[in-house]
């Protein structure tokens, strides 16, 4: 309730709209129910083998297929949780991209969100993305988020909500649809489901990568650990080596 008062005062103060600070608010609000649907949550139904494989969309995901980057029909499943305001997230998200852009006829990358509670500016930037995603843009937003981590994520409120737009423009988006997509139910479950899936895979800090179920412990080594995966799968990367 204190930050709420907070925020109608320097809204106020800054002569901002009685918009811009409704949206603030429900960004607030969205937060809180956010936060008490992760905890019941249940999805005790699936199975631990299947965490490390794609999840079907469902009611509990709003619907929402997982996020896949790669081929379709992987020999390897590269499976990162994420949060946008992770600085080691940002470094290390070129370097998955690049490694599955190699092998790409072989290796799948699946990105689920895992918004850490210190980070109060990362469960807005996973709406931002899931929004652009039920409009077909979701890695270009993606990578945009990582790319542009500091100007957002330092910026003020106003200036914040000024900047996702900017990226919806930048991507072509429908801007009424992506405003509204942010604090639909569908995103909000989508990432609610994603951080429930995380605990039960037992995350705790970002960025976490699986490669094939393996949990990778040196994030430097991950064109390694790719190769040494497909090599395991019967699949050749010398080829790949010399183009």
Same mark, same amino acid.
């Given at each position: *309730?204190?930050?709420?008062?907070?925020?109608?005062?320097?809204?106020?103060?800054?002569?901002?709209?009685?918009?811009?600070?409704?949206?603030?608010?429900?960004?607030? @609000?969205?937060? *809180?129910?956010?936060? &008490?649907?992760?905890?019941? @949550?249940?999805? %005790?139904?699936?199975? #631990?083998?299947?965490?490390?494989?794609?999840?079907?969309?469902?009611?509990?995901?709003?619907?929402?297929? !997982?996020?896949? /980057?790669? &081929?379709?029909?992987? #020999?390897?499943?590269?499976?990162?949780?994420?949060?946008?305001?992770?600085?080691?997230?940002?470094?290390?998200?070129?370097?998955? #991209? &690049?490694?599955?852009?190699?092998?790409?006829?072989?290796?799948?990358?699946?990105?689920?969100? /895992? $918004?850490? %509670?210190?980070?109060?500016?990362?469960? @807005? +930037?996973?709406?931002?993305?899931?929004?652009?995603?039920?409009?077909?843009?979701?890695?270009? *937003?993606?990578?945009?988020?990582?790319?542009?981590?500091?100007?957002?994520?330092?910026?003020?409120?106003?200036?914040?909500?000024?900047? /996702? *737009?900017?990226? +919806?423009?930048?991507?072509?988006?429908?801007? %009424?649809? /992506?405003?509204?997509?942010?604090?639909?139910?569908?995103?909000?479950?989508?990432?609610?489901?994603?951080?429930?899936?995380?605990?039960?895979?037992?995350? =705790?800090? =970002? $960025?976490?990568?699986?490669?094939?179920?393996? #949990?990778?412990?040196?994030?430097?080594?991950?064109? =390694?650990?790719?190769?040494? +995966? @497909?090599? +395991?799968?019967?699949?050749?990367?010398? !080829?790949?080596?010399? !183009?």
């Amino acid at each position: *309730m204190l930050l709420l008062l907070e925020l109608i005062w320097r809204t106020r103060m800054n002569g901002k709209t009685w918009g811009v600070f409704i949206a603030i608010v429900v960004t607030i @609000l969205g937060g *809180m129910v956010y936060l &008490s649907v992760t905890h019941r @949550l249940d999805i %005790s139904d699936i199975a #631990k083998d299947q965490l490390t494989k794609i999840i079907p969309a469902e009611k509990r995901n709003g619907d929402i297929q !997982e996020h896949t /980057f790669g &081929s379709d029909k992987p #020999k390897v499943i590269i499976i990162e949780y994420g949060d946008y305001q992770c600085p080691g997230c940002r470094t290390v998200a070129p370097r998955i #991209k &690049s490694a599955v852009e190699k092998h790409k006829d072989n290796v799948q990358l699946i990105f689920r969100n /895992f $918004p850490l %509670s210190g980070h109060t500016h990362a469960r @807005l +930037a996973a709406s931002v993305a899931e929004a652009a995603g039920l409009q077909g843009k979701y890695w270009e *937003m993606h990578d945009l988020l990582y790319e542009n981590q500091d100007a957002w994520s330092k910026a003020q409120n106003h200036e914040r909500n000024d900047i /996702f *737009m900017g990226y +919806a423009k930048q991507l072509k988006l429908d801007e %009424s649809r /992506f405003n509204n997509d942010l604090s639909s139910d569908r995103v909000l479950q989508k990432i609610s489901f994603d951080t429930a899936v995380s605990r039960a895979h037992g995350i =705790t800090a =970002t $960025p976490t990568i699986f490669i094939n179920g393996k #949990k990778v412990e040196d994030l430097n080594s991950i064109d =390694t650990e790719v190769e040494n +995966a @497909l090599k +395991a799968a019967g699949v050749s990367t010398e !080829e790949k080596k010399a !183009e």
